[in-house]
């Protein structure tokens, strides 16, 4: 534990807890409610007693359809799915279940916060592989990386916190890198629904890799707790071995709700987050110069200056709130800007940002 610190992202939410009605700019959670025929579907399975145990990989009914929905989008041949408490569950189940001491994660930088310290919990050492200024995924910086320790390569599109989408000849390449090297490919998709611009999933080049996604970000579930993993038969076991001893089962309404969520039309939001992106995108591009994302809801920011830390801390005098740099990467350089707010907040906040880039 004296090897991971407190998560920069809950030290601003602490901050923010301080303001009375700060401009928030930084927490990665839809602004849109759940969808009320998945709160109606949630519902009536608490009324109709769906509230004990299921069984530990997750209620068959959800699981068989998220395997059909897996080989109608890849080809699969009968996937091993199970229900994960979350995304963020089935990322330290992975990593429990393949990792030894001493073993190497490789790490796109920018990346994900639990990216770097779940490996450290098992004594596992993550590798992170330089991406700026562009965060593009370069195949010979992934390769020259690789060790004889090497065992899993992490592949994040859309992105947190760039937002950037690969491209298919990135996500191929990463593929061939995972094979030739017989590393464990986890595609960490959690964003796959929110894209504006075509998705590339590691599934359609592979399917001997770890495939993760989940319901918090595309349905606002965030606080329902529920993912789901598809990958290697003994793989799936494993992790399922392991979520008997920590997790038990994802919570049991939540995956009856997720039936009706797989049906939901969820086209509206993705094209409202589009134009909020553009909207920040254009709003700042005059006096930053930005990589314009292509899903989730984030842009990654150079701070004027170059401090990043030090600019948040000014944000929040202007009662914003955004997240340093330091928090995703090894580097201070960039901000994290969610977009998942009202137009009105975002207004504030692109103004509030211009201006202090016109200060300094």
């Known amino acids: 534990m004296a090897k991971l610190d407190v998560s920069g992202i809950r030290k601003v939410f602490e901050l923010g807890a301080k303001l009375a009605d700060p401009i928030d700019l930084s927490i ?18 608490i009324r109709a007693d769906r509230n004990g145990y299921t069984v530990t990989q997750g209620i068959a009914e959800l699981r068989s359809t998220l395997a059909e929905r897996l080989s109608g989008e890849f080809g699969w041949n ?25 073993d190497e994660v490789l790490i796109p930088d920018p990346y994900f916060v639990m990216y770097q310290h779940l490996p450290r919990l098992i004594g596992a050492v993550p590798v992170t592989i330089d991406t700026y200024p562009d ?20 592949l994040c599109s859309p992105s947190n916190p760039t937002g950037v989408v690969a491209s298919a000849q990135e996500v191929d390449a990463v593929c061939q ?49 529920m993912g789901y993993a598809a990958g290697p038969k003994q793989l ?31 086209s509206a939001e993705i ?54 740099g330091s928090v995703f990467s090894g580097r201070d350089t960039h901000f994290r800007i969610s977009y998942a707010t009202s137009d009105a907040k975002l207004k504030e906040g692109i103004n509030i940002l211009n201006q202090m880039a016109e200060r300094i």
């Open 28 to 45: 990665g959670q839809p602004d849109f409610p759940v969808p009320e025929q998945v709160k109606s579907a949630a519902i009536e399975a």
């Open 78 to 102: 009968e996937p091993s799915v199970m229900i994960s408490s979350g995304v963020s569950g089935a990322l330290l189940l992975a990593f429990m279940a393949t990792l030894n001491p001493g």
């Open 135 to 154: 965060f593009r995924l370069d195949p010979d910086r992934i390769e020259s990386a690789i060790t004889s320790r090497t065992k899993i390569l992490i």
């Open 177 to 225: 890198l995972a094979r030739k090297h017989n590393l464990l490919l986890i595609s960490d998709e959690i964003y796959d629904l929110f894209c504006y611009e075509p998705h590339v999933s590691a599934g359609r080049y592979s399917d001997d890799l770890l495939l993760l996604r989940g319901f918090s970000k595309s349905y606002a579930m965030t606080g329902w707790r």
């Open 236 to 266: 799936i076991e494993e992790m399922n071995k392991l979520q008997q001893y920590t997790f038990v089962c994802a919570p049991s309404m939540v995956q009856w709700a997720g039936l009706t969520a797989l049906e939901v039309d969820m």
């Open 271 to 324: 094209a409202d987050y589009r134009r909020k992106r553009d909207m920040v995108y254009s709003g700042l591009m005059g006096r930053y110069e930005l990589v314009k994302s292509g899903g989730a809801f984030y842009l990654f920011v150079p701070a004027p200056g170059g401090d990043a830390t030090a600019f948040c801390q000014h944000a929040v005098e202007n009662n914003l709130l955004i997240i340093p």
